[in-house]
């Protein structure tokens, strides 16, 4: 029986980790069923399974199998477990279990090229604390979603409270209680976590957003779709970063907890840090000739090009450099990099992920430029890895492609 108490039921399943699993709770029910759910189960996976249920060890994966076959009652609660490991990011998966499970259960979990089966450590994360695995779920969507950088227009004094005394579960509750009252649109906010990380605190919110409707066997059962807000709040509130599908509330909901925190109104606006003309030529300069360490230029999009009628032109390989065809096209026609305001977007292979970036021009001065990119294509340890590297290396501070905005 795992440490967390008694096993999951459907509803912890359904409501707080979003997986339908009533099917899978019936047919762990099956003898044969499990039979076959052992037969597909990897080498990792049967070694944590094994161990979990302290049987005798042996070293065969094909008798560790049987032996398994053998203890369907003890296996099924592990049945649901394999259908959430679907799809979840990996880096989030290991990173929390490197945070709860001791070393000797981590490298049960490796398989023969020393690679971690993410089932298997989900497998071992339910058997210590089933109770965690929304941790895992939220921790999740931070590595699959773009964030719009936001800044305190008028950053007020620091308090002598601090942001982690003040966003506790039971006063974001309170406060996102009142700002639904305030809001009165039918919609609920729910407080479902907070995690602290690396001197920001992480705080998901679950929200009714658009209507919509859910054919239930021959029942259509009406009510709201789902939406995750993620509000990232760095440097003591000066500082949000907001992951969202709406636009307007997510921001007017970081807007009330930071106003309620420093005791008056304050607002949140998108971040707009600069870069200049000469930094973003010498990048491009550096890119079209194959000479960007990290990077690889792989698209570039010129609105106004030198082409009769000034037609957008586009340049794009699906695998390797496009320098040679931007030599080629300049020497023929002419120049499409050197107007860095006629580019609508460049893309770059980066850890072997295509990055959007696009340069933003500010409407004061054509000299200045925000660069954003499409953060939601690297998980987070890369996003932070990818802003840093073109800090160090090219001197451009690099926003994502996300914003938010009241209406």
Same mark, same amino acid.
């Given at each position: 029986?795992?440490?967390?108490?008694?096993?999951?039921?459907?509803?912890?399943?359904?409501?707080?980790?979003? $997986?339908?699993?009533?099917?899978?709770? !019936?047919?762990?029910?099956?003898?044969? @069923?499990?039979?076959?759910?052992?037969?597909?189960?990897?080498?990792?996976?049967?070694?944590?399974?094994?161990?979990?249920? %302290?049987?005798?060890?042996?070293?065969? /994966?094909?008798?560790?199998?049987?032996?398994?076959?053998?203890?369907?009652?003890?296996?099924?609660?592990?049945?649901?477990?394999?259908? @959430?490991?679907?799809?979840?990011?990996?880096?989030?998966?290991?990173? @929390?279990? !490197?945070?709860?499970?001791?070393?000797?259960?981590?490298?049960?979990?490796?398989?023969?090229?020393?690679?971690?089966?993410? &089932?298997?450590?989900?497998?071992?994360?339910?058997?210590?604390?089933?109770?965690?695995?929304?941790?895992?779920?939220?921790?999740?969507?931070?590595?699959?979603?773009?964030?719009?950088?936001?800044?305190?227009?008028?950053?007020?004094?620091?308090?002598?409270?601090?942001?982690?005394?003040?966003?506790?579960?039971?006063?974001?509750?309170?406060?996102?209680?009142? @700002?639904?009252?305030?809001?009165?649109?039918?919609?609920?906010?729910?407080?479902?976590?907070?995690?602290?990380?690396?001197?920001?605190?992480?705080?998901?919110?679950?929200?009714?957003?658009?209507?919509? $409707?859910?054919?239930?066997? /021959? /029942?259509?059962?009406?009510?709201?779709?789902?939406?995750?807000? &993620?509000?990232?709040?760095? %440097?003591?509130?000066?500082?949000?970063? &907001?992951?969202?599908?709406?636009?307007?509330?997510?921001?007017?909901?970081?807007?009330?907890?930071?106003?309620?925190?420093?005791?008056?109104?304050? !607002?949140?606006?998108?971040?707009?840090?600069?870069?200049?003309?000469?930094?973003?030529?010498?990048?491009?300069?550096?890119?079209?000739?194959?000479?960007?360490?990290?990077?690889?230029?792989?698209?570039?999009?010129?609105?106004?090009?030198?082409?009769?009628?000034?037609?957008?032109?586009?340049?794009?390989?699906?695998?390797?450099?496009?320098?040679?065809?931007?030599?080629?096209? %300049?020497?023929?026609?002419?120049?499409?990099?050197?107007?860095?305001?006629?580019?609508?977007?460049?893309?770059?292979?980066?850890?072997?992920?295509?990055?959007?970036?696009?340069?933003?021009?500010?409407?004061?001065?054509?000299?200045?430029?925000?660069?954003?990119?499409?953060?939601?294509?690297?998980? %987070?340890?890369?996003?932070?890895?990818?802003?840093?590297?073109?800090?160090?290396?090219?001197?451009?501070?690099?926003?994502?492609?996300?914003?938010?905005?009241?209406?």
């Amino acid at each position: 029986m795992p440490s967390g108490g008694r096993v999951p039921d459907a509803d912890f399943w359904e409501n707080e980790l979003e $997986m339908p699993v009533r099917y899978w709770l !019936e047919q762990a029910e099956d003898g044969r @069923f499990m039979a076959g759910w052992v037969n597909g189960l990897k080498g990792p996976q049967v070694s944590v399974l094994h161990a979990l249920l %302290e049987l005798t060890p042996v070293e065969s /994966t094909r008798q560790k199998k049987n032996d398994l076959r053998d203890k369907p009652e003890l296996l099924k609660r592990f049945v649901p477990v394999g259908r @959430f490991a679907r799809s979840k990011s990996r880096v989030a998966v290991i990173e @929390f279990a !490197e945070s709860v499970l001791a070393l000797e259960s981590m490298d049960l979990c490796r398989d023969g090229n020393d690679e971690f089966d993410v &089932i298997a450590l989900l497998f071992a994360i339910f058997d210590k604390n089933w109770k965690s695995l929304p941790t895992v779920f939220h921790l999740d969507k931070i590595h699959k979603s773009g964030f719009a950088r936001m800044v305190l227009e008028k950053p007020p004094k620091r308090l002598d409270v601090s942001l982690g005394e003040f966003l506790t579960q039971t006063s974001l509750a309170s406060h996102l209680a009142r @700002f639904d009252k305030t809001k009165n649109d039918g919609r609920i906010s729910q407080m479902k976590s907070i995690i602290p990380r690396d001197g920001r605190y992480l705080v998901f919110i679950r929200r009714s957003e658009r209507r919509d $409707m859910l054919l239930q066997s /021959t /029942t259509v059962i009406h009510g709201f779709a789902p939406e995750w807000i &993620i509000l990232d709040f760095q %440097e003591g509130a000066a500082k949000v970063n &907001i992951s969202s599908k709406s636009v307007s509330v997510p921001l007017e909901i970081a807007n009330h907890i930071a106003s309620a925190y420093f005791g008056r109104d304050v !607002e949140y606006v998108n971040d707009r840090e600069h870069s200049y003309t000469k930094q973003l030529r010498r990048l491009l300069s550096l890119l079209g000739n194959d000479k960007a360490d990290e990077l690889t230029l792989v698209e570039i999009a010129v609105d106004n090009g030198p082409l009769d009628g000034s037609p957008k032109i586009v340049l794009s390989r699906t695998e390797g450099s496009i320098s040679s065809g931007i030599r080629h096209f %300049e020497k023929a026609v002419g120049g499409i990099i050197e107007d860095v305001g006629h580019i609508n977007h460049i893309k770059v292979l980066y850890r072997n992920k295509r990055v959007t970036l696009k340069f933003e021009q500010n409407d004061e001065s054509d000299d200045e430029f925000v660069v954003r990119y499409s953060d939601h294509t690297l998980n %987070e340890k890369e996003r932070r890895l990818f802003e840093a590297f073109m800090s160090d290396s090219h001197g451009i501070t690099i926003l994502s492609t996300e914003k938010r905005n009241r209406r």
